[in-house]
């Protein structure tokens, strides 16, 4: 894992920032570089069973090889991270492959609009809303899951794991989305992005290099756009106007070295029904590393332990 943190550390060059196109390159190369390493021999690429569009939002559907029995009717909704900025279903593919193989249950990931130049908050939001609408329609027409009973498991790391967190807020917050909240029977957050409030307060910024402070303060510049506001509690997770009840079960894993690791144990201290792991000598982002990193895979395995137990939680 130290290479990749070194290759992520590496500094950009000043005519790429913050153009997101160049930046998506540069984290793919990333990922396409720890890919021609040594890779663990039980875990097994899925097939990619569709490419479709969710109202103008491009979704890859991962479809594991043997259905996990009894979670037929379990769908995992991953949002992926990169500072709301940078990444894209691409980069982490191998990961998704993985995931569907070790929970068997099908995986749908989107490309949601990045800042700066695609959208800023709530475009990420309205994309998985848009995304979840779609599967609606698809679970109707029973052309992808073959099932009208699904139910879903939204998941997500960093930047992804925030959107993720907001969007089960407004879907439990708006009466008219009361529909499709009651179908979202879990939610997991990987190093999740809580609040802005820790560029100040925290000193893991000086002494942790998973993540860079000024790096983090033009995500956050980015995300919220011109009228800067950070009160609205579906962008800061810890605003004084944010609630904490009648959430999903929760899911929340966290990396002792991550420069996020204050705000995310905030946030899921303060959540109903919540399951914490914590992981004292691991970065930013080593779950998703299933290729390279030792302590991954039995993340993942945590992940399908979760995500298995959701087939017995009632509906809001």
Known sequence: ATDWLDLVQQPLPTAVAPRRPALRRFVRDVVEREDAGERKDDVDDTALLDDA??????????????????????????????????????????YLAGVAHLTGVTVVAMDYRRTPDEGVFPAPIEDV??????????????????????????????AGANVVAATSQILRDHHHQQQVYAKIVGQVLMFPVATPGSLDDSPRWQSHRSIKRKTMRQFWKEYVGRDGRTDNPYVNLLSDKARFDNLPKTLVVLAGEDSLHDEGA?????????????????????????????????????????????VSVQYH
Request: aromatic share 8%; with cysteine; charged share 25%.
């Open 266 to 310: 905030e946030y899921a201290g303060r959540l109903q029904e919540c399951i914490v792991v914590d992981e004292p000598r691991m970065h930013h982002g080593f779950s998703t590393m299933l290729d390279v990193c030792d302590r991954a895979l039995p993340i993942t395995d945590r992940l399908a332990e979760f995500v298995h137990s959701c």
């Open 53 to 94: 569009k969710a109202d103008s939002v491009a979704c890859t559907v991962f479809e594991p090889k043997r259905k996990k029995e009894g979670c037929e009717s379990l769908c995992l909704v991953w949002v992926h991270g990169g500072g709301w900025m940078v990444g894209d279903v691409a980069s982490y593919s191998r």
């Open 129 to 158: 809303l848009a995304t979840l609408a779609w599967l609606g329609e698809k679970e109707n027409q029973q052309s992808v899951f073959g099932n009208k009973n699904m139910r879903y498991v939204l998941a997500g790391d960093s």
